[in-house]
């Protein structure tokens, strides 16, 4: 397949993708610590019996270390949110800038699989959890929207120059197919139980839509994310370090980040063993 071509993005930023890349790297392993094992420590030490108490668990969390333990996990998924934004935003630069789709999509979907095994362990203690799988299904499905539609309507563009005519109704198609591979990507990623569901495929469809202008489209996904669910809320502080975009390419990140995301989940994982709490899960 062809090149896909794209708009540069025009910025004086001084951030280019693999600082973005990074930056999205880091709140995840944060967001994913406080997961992994600050989670753990608050469901073994009873924290679901306790917030649906009387008194809302204040007696609870005003024993021990439990307090710190909480507000520290509350705070490291806040600051989490701040990645999966980034991420989509870095998937849609990614798919307009390859020189290869289908192997950009493969790359996803191998690492996809390879990351499935540790994803389970560290989120629910097993090798194999059917009821949740991990981002990168989510980023995997949200392509292959992106690359129906760039196909829809290069198949529309394709007719309209060989008519020699504007197609009649042709926008009303190019809603209507839009709109049915929309349904059909969140469908199949709440069958698939991926990662923010079908709420991540809405995220990048709309930024995908909004490609051009770099703040719109980063603050779309956010919108998003917060309007359906208010604990996303601190994703707007992504849109700080994507403004200083400047797109380019910068460091090639591409397998060292296709890596982390599946060694740091069997270090996080690992770690649980070693306190004992392998077989708590939070999910």
């Known amino acids: 397949m062809a090149a896909t071509t794209a708009k540069p993005v025009k910025s004086a930023g001084k951030i280019p993708g693999s600082t973005l890349k990074i930056i999205a790297m880091v709140c995840m392993l944060i967001d994913h610590t ?43 998924r806040a600051i989490g949110r701040i990645s999966f934004p980034i991420f989509c935003f870095l998937l849609i630069e990614g798919f307009l800038h390859t020189h290869d789709v289908k192997k950009y999509a493969l790359n996803l979907g191998i690492f996809a699989l390879v990351s499935e095994v540790p ?16 981002v990168f299904f989510t980023l995997l499905i949200g392509l292959f929207i ?15 120059h060989q008519d020699g005519t504007n197609w009649r109704g042709a926008n009303w198609k190019v809603s ?29 469809v ?10 719109y489209c980063i603050g779309i996904g956010c ?37 982390f995301y599946p060694v740091h989940l069997l270090v996080l994982f690992a770690i649980a063993a070693v306190l004992g709490m392998a077989g708590v899960a939070v999910v």
């Open 34 to 76: 406080a997961a992994v094992l600050f989670d753990r420590i608050l469901i073994s030490r009873g924290l679901l019996d306790a917030v649906n108490a009387s008194d809302g668990g204040a007696s609870f969390l005003s024993t021990g270390n439990t307090a710190v333990i909480y507000y520290a996990d509350m705070i490291m």
């Open 119 to 134: 994803f389970d362990l560290a989120f629910a203690g097993k090798p194999f959890y059917l009821n949740y799988q991990n």
């Open 146 to 160: 992106g690359l129906v539609m760039m196909i829809f309507l290069q198949k529309i563009d394709e007719k309209t």
């Open 176 to 204: 209507i197919g839009k709109l049915l591979v929309i349904v059909a990507a969140c469908t199949v990623a709440t069958l698939l139980k991926t990662d923010y569901s079908a709420m991540g495929i809405l995220t990048i």
């Open 206 to 215: 709309l930024m995908y839509n909004l490609r051009n202008n770099k703040m």
């Open 223 to 259: 919108a998003v994310l917060t309007l359906l669910s208010l604990n996303e809320i601190t994703c707007f502080l992504a849109m700080i370090p994507v403004h200083f975009y400047n797109g380019k390419r910068g460091l090639n990140l591409k397998y060292p980040f296709y890596a």
